[in-house]
């Protein structure tokens, strides 16, 4: 009796295809389309995608995520200042929106609709006659004041900053821990500026939160074993410029100033087990105080 000869082996992806080649993890056979080069081999698409869903993602020394190296928040920062001054130019319908206003020798531009209505205010009669603030109820301007600007010169100053200081930040923070930072910082100032300007005095600008970048660098730098002589000068020269300078809000900087530090201290030095709960624990006590001196502030005003 004679015996059949051997069947080739085929792929278990394509049974009409005969092939020789197994996959170095599963041992299956697999055809040239199947085939995915490994460090030894090749193996099959399902190993393949399996090895991927079991390799950890790479983080950054505070638990981000690497994409923060492309810098896609401070980007889009950017983008958004840019354009909300863009529509409180189109606002002012031919006024001193873009330069011609006080400031930096009248080069700060003045106030417009937009800026009127998205800018730090307490308690003050608005130009249609209402009566409008944060005590008022609008809350919104505690967030929108850091995204717009009393002209050009003031949006290039502050955006110039976040250029250089939100790619550093967010290359090694993530962009989630970046953006808490930069929104949480911005808000604190915000609050530091209703807490403790007139209550009919308006503040804006993205200055709050570049002070918060500036001391959160220095912390973060540090913190990392890198030399942070060189920040210091420059963070020197814009408190000078912001106690010298008049028009400038001293409490809104020197408020994203504190409020950067303090949350730029939980991200680096959250514990590394409980890295997560812990930065964002920190980060809502945080936002809660600043909410509740706000919420005092209001109170005081309209007693």
Not at 31 to 36: H, I, K, L, T, V
Not at 122 to 149: C, K, N, S
Not at 259 to 286: E, F, H, K, N, S
């Given at each position: 009796m004679s015996e059949s000869p051997p069947t080739a082996p085929v792929c278990y992806r394509h049974p009409g295809r005969e092939t020789y080649v197994r996959c170095?993890?599963?041992?299956?056979?697999i055809c040239p389309d199947c085939m995915r080069e490994a460090s030894v081999g090749h193996q099959c698409p399902e190993c393949v995608n399996e090895g991927r869903r079991s390799v950890r993602p790479a983080r950054t020394a505070f638990g981000g995520g690497t994409a923060g190296r492309h810098g896609y928040v401070t980007k889009a920062l950017i983008a958004l200042n840019v354009l909300l001054m863009v529509l409180s130019i189109a606002s002012d319908r031919g006024g001193d929106a873009a330069v011609g206003g006080s400031g930096f020798g009248g080069l700060m531009g003045g106030s417009t609709p937009l800026t009127n209505w998205g800018s730090v205010l307490g308690l003050a009669v608005l130009p249609d006659g209402t009566l409008g603030g944060i005590a008022e109820g609008q809350w919104y301007r505690l967030v929108t004041a850091m995204f717009l600007h009393y002209g050009v010169i003031h949006l290039l100053l502050n955006m110039w900053a976040l250029w250089v200081l939100g790619r550093s930040l967010e290359a090694n923070l993530g962009r989630v821990r970046f953006a808490a930072l930069y929104l949480i910082a911005g808000f604190g100032g915000n609050v530091a500026a209703y807490l403790f300007s007139a209550r009919n005095a308006t503040t804006a600008g993205a200055s709050t939160a570049i002070f918060g970048l500036f001391a959160a660098l220095l912390i973060i730098e540090r913190?990392?074993?890198?030399?942070i002589s060189q920040i210091i000068?420059?963070?020197?020269?814009?408190?000078?410029?912001?106690?010298?300078?008049?028009?400038i809000s001293i409490p809104g900087h020197l408020g994203g100033l504190v409020v950067g530090a303090l949350m730029a201290l939980v991200l680096a030095?959250?514990?590394?087990?409980r890295r997560t709960l812990v930065q964002v624990t920190g980060g809502a006590i945080i936002l809660l105080i600043l909410l509740a001196l706000a919420f005092f502030r209001s109170t005081a005003l309209l007693g």
């Amino acid at each position: 009796m004679s015996e059949s000869p051997p069947t080739a082996p085929v792929c278990y992806r394509h049974p009409g295809r005969e092939t020789y080649v197994r996959c170095t993890r599963c041992d299956r056979p697999i055809c040239p389309d199947c085939m995915r080069e490994a460090s030894v081999g090749h193996q099959c698409p399902e190993c393949v995608n399996e090895g991927r869903r079991s390799v950890r993602p790479a983080r950054t020394a505070f638990g981000g995520g690497t994409a923060g190296r492309h810098g896609y928040v401070t980007k889009a920062l950017i983008a958004l200042n840019v354009l909300l001054m863009v529509l409180s130019i189109a606002s002012d319908r031919g006024g001193d929106a873009a330069v011609g206003g006080s400031g930096f020798g009248g080069l700060m531009g003045g106030s417009t609709p937009l800026t009127n209505w998205g800018s730090v205010l307490g308690l003050a009669v608005l130009p249609d006659g209402t009566l409008g603030g944060i005590a008022e109820g609008q809350w919104y301007r505690l967030v929108t004041a850091m995204f717009l600007h009393y002209g050009v010169i003031h949006l290039l100053l502050n955006m110039w900053a976040l250029w250089v200081l939100g790619r550093s930040l967010e290359a090694n923070l993530g962009r989630v821990r970046f953006a808490a930072l930069y929104l949480i910082a911005g808000f604190g100032g915000n609050v530091a500026a209703y807490l403790f300007s007139a209550r009919n005095a308006t503040t804006a600008g993205a200055s709050t939160a570049i002070f918060g970048l500036f001391a959160a660098l220095l912390i973060i730098e540090r913190k990392m074993g890198r030399d942070i002589s060189q920040i210091i000068p420059i963070l020197v020269i814009n408190l000078v410029f912001t106690l010298a300078v008049p028009g400038i809000s001293i409490p809104g900087h020197l408020g994203g100033l504190v409020v950067g530090a303090l949350m730029a201290l939980v991200l680096a030095y959250a514990p590394r087990g409980r890295r997560t709960l812990v930065q964002v624990t920190g980060g809502a006590i945080i936002l809660l105080i600043l909410l509740a001196l706000a919420f005092f502030r209001s109170t005081a005003l309209l007693g």
